[in-house]
C-alpha cells in the first residue's frame, strides 16, 4: 500500500484549505482511510475517516464541522477540506489505510497500519 498527501501550504489565519490523500495497492473492503495530524511538540491526533465498507465518515468532536472529509473511490482519493484554520491548526497531516470495526471507521491511531509521508501545514500571518 502506497499512500501520498499533497496540498499542505502556508494559509493565513481564517483561511482555507483542501488537502488530498492518493492511495494505492489497496482495496476499499475492509478498509478505512484517516487522516491524521501532529503538531510540533504534541502527540498525533485523529481528524476524521471513511469506511470502504460502508461508505460513512466520522470525525473528531473537536473539529467535526470545521473539518470535512469527501471521498472519490475511482480516484482512491480521499480530500481533507479545512476551513477558519487557526495557528493552532498548524502541523504535518497525515493519510493511513487501516481496518474497520463493525463496517464503520475510527480514528485510533492502532487500527492503521500504512501511512504516507506527511504533508505541513502552517498557518501564520
Known amino acids: 500500500v502506497q499512500l501520498m498527501e499533497s496540498g499542505g501550504d502556508l494559509v493565513q489565519p481564517g483561511g482555507s484549505l483542501r488537502l488530498s490523500c492518493v492511495a494505492s495497492?489497496?482495496?476499499?473492503?475492509?478498509?478505512?482511510i484517516g487522516w491524521f495530524r501532529q503538531a510540533p511538540g504534541k502527540e498525533r491526533e485523529g481528524i476524521g475517516c471513511?469506511?470502504?465498507?460502508?461508505?460513512?465518515?466520522f470525525y473528531s468532536n473537536s473539529l467535526r464541522g470545521r473539518f470535512i472529509l469527501s471521498t472519490d473511490r475511482v480516484k482512491n482519493t480521499v480530500y481533507l477540506d479545512m476551513h477558519s484554520l487557526d495557528r493552532d491548526d498548524t502541523g504535518v497531516y497525515y493519510c493511513?489505510?487501516?481496518?474497520?470495526?463493525?463496517?464503520?471507521?475510527?480514528?485510533?491511531?492502532?487500527?492503521?497500519?500504512?501511512w504516507g509521508q506527511g504533508t505541513q501545514v502552517t498557518v501564520s500571518s
Open positions: 495497492g489497496f482495496s476499499w473492503d475492509n478498509s478505512a
Open positions: 493511513a489505510v487501516g481496518k474497520i470495526l463493525f463496517r464503520r471507521c475510527v480514528i485510533d491511531l492502532p487500527y492503521y497500519f500504512d
Open positions: 471513511f469506511s470502504g465498507d460502508e461508505g460513512s465518515y
